[in-house]
C-alpha cells in the first residue's frame, strides 16, 4: 500500500503563524487601552474555561473577529446540539498536552504499565472548534448578553492634537473595536475617542497605526 503524501499537520507551526498573522495585522489585544465590550474568557460547550495558550489564542481571535458569545465548540459538539456550523466559517485550532508510556525496547508502547523500565513520553495534539457566533441553531444560553460598553463623557478632543493629526494626509476610518493600518485600501481604522479613558491614549495609538502608513512608503520597494 503507497504511503500518503499528505504533510501532517505541525500543531507549532499553526500557533506560530496565528502569532505572526496578528503581529503583521498590527492587532495587539493585550495592549488596548480603550474599551472593547464582547464576551469573557474563552468558554468550553460545557462552560469550563479554555487554560495557558487556548485562552490567549481565542481571546486575541475573539478580539480580532468581534464575536459576543465566549462559547467554543467542536462540528461533532456542534451537531449533537442540532445546530449547524455556517457555511464559510473558519475554524480556530486549539492543543492539548498528555503523556504517553514507552518501554525501554524500542517501538513498544503500554500507557497502562507503571514499571521503572517505561519511559513518559510527552506529547501535543490539536482539534478544531467554531465560536457560538458561528453557528447557528444554538440554544440562547450560548449567546449570553454582552457586556455594554460604558461611554465616558470626558474622553474630548485635545484642540491642538486633534488638529495636528487631522492635518496629516492619511485616510482614517473611525470605527469599530480594532486599531489597525490595512495597506491593500491604504486607510487606517480607528475606535472612536469615546471609547478611550484617556485622550492622550487615543492620539498615541492614531500616531502609532500613522507609522505603519508611512513605513509603506518610506520603506523601499521590493522588486519582483
Known sequence: MAKSTKPRFDVAASITDELIGIIDRGVLPWRKPWQVGGSSVPLRQNGEPYQGINNFLLTMRTMMVGYTSPYWMTLRQANELDAKVL?????SVV????????RCEE???????????AKAIPFMKSYRVFNAGQIDGLPETFHPKPREIEVRPKSKPIPHMQAFFEAIEAEVTFTGRE??????????????????ENPLHFYGVWAHELGHNAAVWIMPRRSS
Open 87 to 91: 457555511k464559510g466559517s473558519k475554524s
Open 95 to 102: 492543543v492539548y498536552y498528555g503523556t504517553a508510556k514507552r
Open 107 to 117: 517501538g513498544v508502547h503500554d500507557n497502562d504499565t507503571e514499571t521503572d523500565d
Open 179 to 196: 486599531a489597525y493600518y490595512m495597506p491593500a485600501v491604504d486607510k487606517i481604522y480607528m475606535p472612536e475617542l469615546a471609547l478611550f
